[in-house]
């Protein structure tokens, strides 16, 4: 029976995404663990594809931007200069029934006021706050001597280490520090997928500017942001910007911006851009006792501290927002009274998990060793793939189904005259090439490459 329902749905790329390799849930075989999900092999190339573009975004294309790799674990001191100790908290209730727990800020305000629980009726008890940050101790005796903290962001990474940055590679404001890194936020609530979960990446950028020099570089960094994603060939009709009002800016903030993305559950965070003013240098200033002002040389030794205007996004919720957004169930032929539909993937060929599909049209006549050699003269330039088992339509949409932008077909002819056939999966067309051009060919299609 035709399921008549095409759309994207979180079900949809759950399944997908477990069939195909790309995200499994954690420890499934006892039971899984809520917000932990473990990437497969299409998983982590399709993330370090993704890390890959932003680090060469933000380094690579920009001359005042170095890399960073902070330690996870730091000075407990760090997050009481942070606010994270004090401020890093939701407003959680449990049901004395269920047994269930909530965040207190996302039930109805009536049912919260009459303390009811929004699943049972039940009741429920009082709000009380609850830290996000995990704890664990360092050293051999578990007291509050040795409390440390998992860090729950990448960023004080950066801003303890922004003084050895400066004086190790004579860096001028404005400069920026980029960092790829997990963090760890003990989510009372984890749902939709990998979008909120326990244990995710962040890619982060922080650019040191001179007070009043900050709207400026604010503005420059929300174009920049945003041009990533028609980069990345994302429908840039699924994005949008939201500004922070005043209600919900941070402490620290002096002005902020998320881009959204419409997911199948709707408009939802994807990555901010910030004004955080000086507040975090000023207040590790405070803490550790150390200066953190920067001495402009070139302007008779000014010493101000500075601005950051901070961009921040999550590895693996864009990585969701790809499939998502690649996701297309497509009609392309009518056979009698049934359609044929195909689930294909349009991943970017910079992202695609595997670039170039290498398909023997049989696996006798020497066509399976000639294939095997072809792939062996691409491997060094792409990521391949080899499937000599099925029907060659059954194939196709195997590759079509895992996002592989290139299938290469060995036939008869290819014995006699060198010539393979190239499918485009985004057109399915086919065309013939001779192996010898063949990497030539497959780069300036991934340099011309517009999502159809």
């Known amino acids: 029976m035709e399921n008549n329902d095409r759309s994207v749905t979180m079900e949809k790329i759950t399944s997908l995404a477990k069939r195909k390799g790309f995200v499994f849930q954690s420890s499934e075989i006892y039971g899984g663990l809520s917000g932990a999900w473990d990437y497969g092999p299409y998983g982590i190339e399709l993330k370090n594809r993704i890390q890959r573009f932003w680090w060469k975004e933000m380094t690579q294309l920009h001359d005042n931007i170095v890399g960073l790799d902070a330690a996870i674990l730091m000075h407990p001191r760090v997050w009481e200069a ?8 939701d407003p959680l209730v449990d049901c004395k029934k269920c047994k269930a727990r909530f965040r207190a800020d996302q039930i109805d305000p009536e049912k919260l006021q009459k303390h009811e629980c929004p699943e049972c009726g039940g009741e429920l008890t009082d709000t009380r ?10 050293g051999p005796v578990e007291n509050d001597s040795g409390l440390i903290y998992l860090r729950p962001e990448t960023a004080q990474g950066i801003y303890v280490n922004y003084k050895n940055i400066i004086q190790s590679n004579r860096m001028k404001i404005p400069f920026g520090i980029a960092q790829v890194g997990k963090a760890f936020r003990n989510e009372i609530v984890t749902k939709n997928f990998i979008f909120r979960t326990c244990e995710f990446e962040q890619m982060e950028m922080q650019y040191f500017v001179k007070p009043g020099e900050d ?22 009709e699924k994005l949008r910007w939201h500004q922070h009002g005043k209600d919900e800016l941070a402490h620290y903030a002096k002005d902020a911006y998320d881009i959204e993305y419409e997911f199948p559950m709707g408009w939802k965070e994807l990555e901010g851009v910030h004004n955080r003013s000086n507040y975090d240098l000023s207040r590790h200033q405070e803490f550790s006792g150390k200066d953190m002002q920067y001495i402009d040389q070139d302007n008779g030794n000014e010493r101000y501290i500075p601005y950051i205007i901070e961009t921040s996004a999550g590895l693996t919720r864009q990585l969701l927002m790809v499939l998502c957004d690649a996701y297309e169930e497509e009609k392309i032929a009518d056979n009698g009274n049934e359609d044929d539909w195909r689930t294909v993937l349009h991943f970017h060929p910079l992202l695609a998990p595997v670039t170039v599909a290498v398909l023997p049209l049989m696996k006798k006549d020497g066509l399976a060793e000639l294939a095997q050699d072809i792939r062996n003269e691409l491997k060094e330039d792409f990521v391949t793939d080899y499937d000599q088992a099925g029907a060659i339509g059954r194939r196709y949409r195997r590759q079509d189904e895992a996002g592989t932008p290139y299938c290469i077909t ?41 999502r159809k």
Request: charged share 35%; glycine share 4%.
């Open 410 to 450: 060995i036939d008869y002819d290819s014995k006699e005259d060198g010539t393979v056939t190239v499918r485009d999966r985004d057109t399915m067309e086919q065309k013939r090439v001779h192996r010898s051009e063949l990497r030539a060919y497959i780069h300036e299609q991934i340099k011309q490459y517009k």
């Open 129 to 138: 706050k609850f830290n996000l940050m995990f704890k664990t101790h360092i």
């Open 82 to 89: 942070s606010g994270h100790v004090e401020n890093f908290t």
């Open 215 to 236: 709207e400026k570089a604010f503005e420059y960094w929300k174009n920049e942001r945003w041009n990533y994603y028609k980069k990345l060939g994302i429908r840039m």
